[in-house]
């Protein structure tokens, strides 16, 4: 039994190579829905019908657990795939997301009690974040603003250019200026670490930013600890397997931004 990771776009690879860095020993799939992304400015019935008919294609290939490493995919479907889905298709698997392992760091690292969001449209419309941080700190404001720009830059492989700048530039100024006392900053599209470095330039000192790899890969590492009946079913030859509903050479060209390394994907229908 495997543990599928799966990601609307190319982001998901980021929490992916975190995850095999943390748990190396582990056999992985990783499934792109690279054809029909962006979810992002989806409504949300086909963003949970896209991300079930994944989930359901990575349990068809023997996963134990998957984590649903898209923010958009995990605010407006995995509650409900969790709660109703999963009991029905396989009671005894697991569908893990980004939200909860990124609003318990929150909580650990605001002072001011005051949180910024940037997310793509989809993510911030679904209030899931400040929900899911009400949840755990109640006394926690997040302030929310939506960057559709960034993934198409980092996905045309455009945001190592100057002309990035701008648009980095105005979606954090334009947060901080909602509220200044903002000193924690989520980045909440798996996306975004590739813009870390022009991020870094525009947020103010002294504001910690969450950038998501890390973060998930400790949660599941813990979860691993905590569930051992889930953890023995996983295998372990430290193997890793790409699946794209996109054309193999552009996922390939791609990922290596992501990854740095060459990719070499399989190709995947899903309907």
């Not at 799966?6 to 980021?14: A, I, K, W």
């Not at 949180?115 to 929900?131: I, R």
Request: charged share 20%; proline share 5%; glycine share 6%.
């Amino acid at each position: 039994m495997k543990i599928g990771v799966f990601d609307s776009g190319y982001g998901g690879l980021t929490i992916l190579e975190n995850i095999r860095q943390r748990l190396p020993q582990y056999d992985y799939i990783y499934l792109g829905d690279n054809a029909r992304t962006p979810y992002g400015t989806r409504s949300f019935e086909v963003i949970y019908d896209y991300t079930l008919q994944c989930i359901k294609q990575l349990f068809a290939f023997n996963c134990q657990l998957i984590v649903v490493a898209c923010n958009t995919a995990s605010a407006r479907a995995l509650r409900t795939i969790q709660q109703q889905d999963l009991p029905r298709l396989a009671p005894d698997r697991r569908v893990l997301g980004v939200i909860r392992p990124t609003a318990e760091q929150t909580g650990k690292l605001t002072v001011s009690r005051v949180a910024g969001l940037c997310a793509t449209d989809g993510t911030v419309q679904s209030g899931t974040y400040p929900v899911e941080i009400a949840k755990l700190f109640p006394d926690i404001t997040v302030v929310s603003e939506a960057c559709p720009m960034w993934v198409p830059l980092i996905e045309n492989n455009e945001h190592i250019h100057d002309g990035a700048d701008y648009f980095v530039r105005r979606h954090i100024h334009r947060l901080f200026e909602r509220d200044p006392r903002i000193d924690t900053l989520i980045l909440g599209c798996t996306h975004y670490p590739l813009l870390l470095d022009k991020i870094v330039r525009y947020v103010p000192e002294n504001v910690h930013i969450i950038v998501q790899g890390n973060l998930v890969a400790e949660s599941l590492a813990e979860y691993l600890v905590r569930h051992p009946e889930q953890e023995i079913r996983c295998s372990k030859g430290g193997t890793v397997v790409y699946y794209t509903t996109e054309s193999t050479e552009k996922f390939n060209a791609s990922a290596s931004v992501f990854l740095k390394q060459p990719i070499v994907a399989e190709h995947i229908t899903i309907n």
